[in-house]
């Protein structure tokens, strides 16, 4: 199979090559699929443990300043991504090198099966607590729930699109329902402006937990946005999707847990008798999210696939397939009760990447897709999360944002260094010549 026929073939999902022109998508299919990426509940969770932890004036700070910053990182992606037509892991490729881009794509992978894993394991604990005579044990709802999950993945693009446009107004209609409920049960919020937390979170902390809470799926829109038919669709589509499922399920998140001193959205629900809103919101709202992240882990295994003999001969599907599958023998073994470790480890790792990219993209402009592994790149990464670790321990400013500046940072200047090499060891073969 050539070049020309597997990347013009949509059961490949335009994985190994640009999405063409006419297979773009508009505005409002991009609006509706991306919406649903960040529109999950543990948006409202965070957004009520910086509520609780903060006074409402600096809890509103810190989410302006978090979703801003993943914003950003979510349009500048956004913006290469329209212009090459490129995912997420193949993008990496102009950075880090075919060998480099591989470690990044392992990583990408590994990442979306944990948090599928580790969702339909909550979910599935969620179904148990609001049904008491649900007969199916947690680990085996939680297989039944990914299964579910990978229908729409499968079937790519169009599968995302059919399932946020049933998903995202569901799942924010019943939200703001269980908000509307919870403010009439309250006095509409009574005592929520001059509320004075009695562990109160420090500016750093809050604010790096939404970073760090979506850095990963802010990481990976790019696999959406590669439809875009312009730079504005991109920024229009990054805007309403982040302000939607990010800024306004966390203040919301946050008016719920202030108002009935509960930080758990779901919890905070139940003890309002509004469990079965909550679960209803988490049915669509999670599946929205999970797909997505089964669709880039099978864009990332393929940017793999794409230096082997099996290339051309795996399609989207049976990838997709496979994730889920690894993510629900996870979930089935109780990932759950070992997860943080593992969060903590990739919100570490994942953050430097983008910024790489977008150092490559916009200042150094030397693609390095045709090399095997660009040193300045994998350096770049190792100290953008040796930074991060090095706050995180400190408890200094935000780690994912540190993370991520650095690993910018020091890509550029590696660049420079490097150019400036090459060109001096020109300069003296012309002079001996």
Known sequence: MDDKTVQNDEVYEYAFEEVPQKKRKGLISLIVVLTGYPLTLLNFVYGGQVGVGLSL???????????????????????????????????????????????????????????????????????????????????????????????????????????????????????????????????????????????????????????????????????VLRYAKSKLHVVITGFIAFFIGCFCLQLAGAFVAISTGEGDFTIAMASLGLGLVAFIAAIFAVWTTQDNNIYGASLAIQNIIKDTTYYGKIKHSHIASTVAILAAILAFGGIYTHVLPIIQFLSLLVPPVPAIIIAEEFFVKNSKSNILANKSAILSWFFGGLASYICLKANFFVPPIIGILTAGILYILFEKIKNKKIIKGESKDKAIG
């Open 57 to 223: 004036s600096k809890a509103i700070l810190v989410l302006l300043v978090g979703n801003a910053f993943l914003l950003t990182v979510v349009i500048l992606t956004g913006i290469i991504a329209f212009k090459t037509g490129l995912s997420t892991a193949f993008l990496s490729k102009r950075a880090f090198g075919k060998s480099g881009s591989h470690i990044f794509s392992l990583l990408l992978a590994g990442s979306a099966v944990t948090f599928v894993a580790m969702n339909g394991d909550i979910f599935a604990r969620m179904i148990k607590s609001t049904f008491a005579s649900w007969p199916i044990p947690v680990s085996v709802t939680a297989v039944i729930v990914i299964l579910v999950w990978v229908i729409s993945a499968m079937n790519g693009y169009k599968g995302l699109f059919v399932i946020s446009s049933l998903g995202v107004p569901a799942a924010f209609f019943f939200c703001m329902y269980g908000v509307y409920a919870a403010g009439v049960s309250t006095n509409w919020f009574e005592g929520v402006t001059s509320y004075v937390p009695e562990n109160p979170m420090t500016f750093s902390a809050a604010t790096a937990a939404i970073v760090g809470s979506f850095i990963f799926g802010s990481t990976i829109t790019p696999d």
